[in-house]
């Protein structure tokens, strides 16, 4: 998908709403456990009920991983089926991979050849060849981890360089990596004052936007200060929507509660003129 | 395994060489692919010839997850088959994970109650909560990436932050996070020169050393300025040893290459008084 296409998508939505399929077997109804794939029945129905108001699903891979083989063949279900919607919903392997060229570029396949995802989460640590492979694919896109929402955001993404703190060195050097047609930030919520500030360093590019709900990023201040004439921002919401009942109603109140977001967000999108 | 664990299989073996299970189905013999299972059939061979000779065993997850869900199960199959070693040898998920806490948490899960293994490889970006959850398991090691052996090393982790280069910063804070029997750092081979004043920062720690062979990596230089009183680190090598020949006898070509290269470690390794 392109950012054209990504663009269409918000607008004829009037979202920007990404649901992060945190899926835990834990957490989900007791009465999904009857079927093969619990998993994926319950990652099914949340998408089948949220279709309409997301943009966007954010599979979160270690919740995959931690069930070994079956949560990766929950995960490629998942995939599986998603790509029945393309051009509907924007996909986002939330991996945070990253590693030297050779190996990079394995995980570049992995995610944008064999499960198809449109984009992947990508960690800055260890610098460009390990974010390249993944900016070789046409149409395809990298999250690339600026400002996270976490507590540990304050550990050294803070750092003075001399020349900016490091996050602000990182979302300044990956421009000259990627276009803001292939490349975009992770920058949590939690962080909302900051985004006005990142707004100006990068003010073609999308962020991707984690924190807000269970972290205690605030959607307001976030959308004030970082909504962009082409929108600019995608916002993750998961336990808030994806465990929003533990009943046998889970996937309604999913849609009850996406919808209460995306109708918070539509009062900050501006209007775009090609509506 | 814990770190005196680890020390008595570097003395029994007077060897701390890692091979890399960088497992590539296109480059392994074209004769494997009439097994069921290719690259565990490869990785098995490996192992058995060289379980005499290295301590440790690195698989790198790109590598399985380039080919999805067949690829999972060949790493699954891969840690069942190393896990019968148990004490014997040390075992690595190459996977620089790292996320808020409550996913760092799902991925310790995968590697090392799922799969197994005695360490993961994490990223530092995120910050303490994203590496703690790692480090709750009893002789389990986190292998934090300090310097990385990539070209692009050198585009943040060298920053200059008032308080040190980044990565002394990312060494240095660590160690409030994790003891020397339960952290490791990467450090890359390709950056010798700085293996004396790493060994100063972080004295009692072990390093995982990539970029030996192929990378370019220098094993002496790296041994004489990185070696401590306990050894302090594991040498990988991967493509050297694995890829040694491309015919049938890959397994007795992968034994030679990594005999030969333990026979050059010995020369370095400083006799303990426990032998």
Known sequence: MNKKELLQLIIKKRSFLCVGLDTDIQLIPQYLLKYPDPVFEFNKAIIDATIDLAIAYKPNLAFYESMGLS????????????????????????????????????????????????????????????????????????????????????????????????????????QQWGTPDQLMFVIGATHPEAFKHIR?????????????????????????????????????????????SKGEDFAQAAQKSARKTVEEMANYLPVFSKE
Chains 1, 2 share one sequence.
């Open 200 to 244: 100006q360093l990068a003010p073609d590019y999308f962020y991707l936007v984690p924190g807000v709900g269970a972290q205690g990023g605030d959607m307001q201040k976030t959308c004030e200060n970082g909504l962009s004439a082409d929108c600019g921002l995608i916002i993750n919401s998961a336990r808030n929507i994806i465990y929003a």
């Open 71 to 174: 949560g990766w063949a929950s995960l490629e279900k998942t995939m599986k089926y998603l790509n029945q919607f393309k051009g509907q919903v924007f996909t986002i392997a939330d991996a945070k991979r990253g590693d030297i060229g050779n190996t990079s570029k394995m995980y570049a396949k992995a995610f944008f050849e064999h499960l198809d995802f449109d984009s992947v989460t990508v960690a800055p640590y260890m610098g460009e060849d390990s974010v390249k492979p993944f900016l070789e694919y046409k149409d395809k896109w990298v999250i690339l981890l600026g400002l996270t929402s976490n507590k540990g955001s304050n550990d050294f993404q803070f750092l003075e360089t001399g020349n900016g703190k490091l996050y602000e060195q990182v979302i300044t050097k990956a």
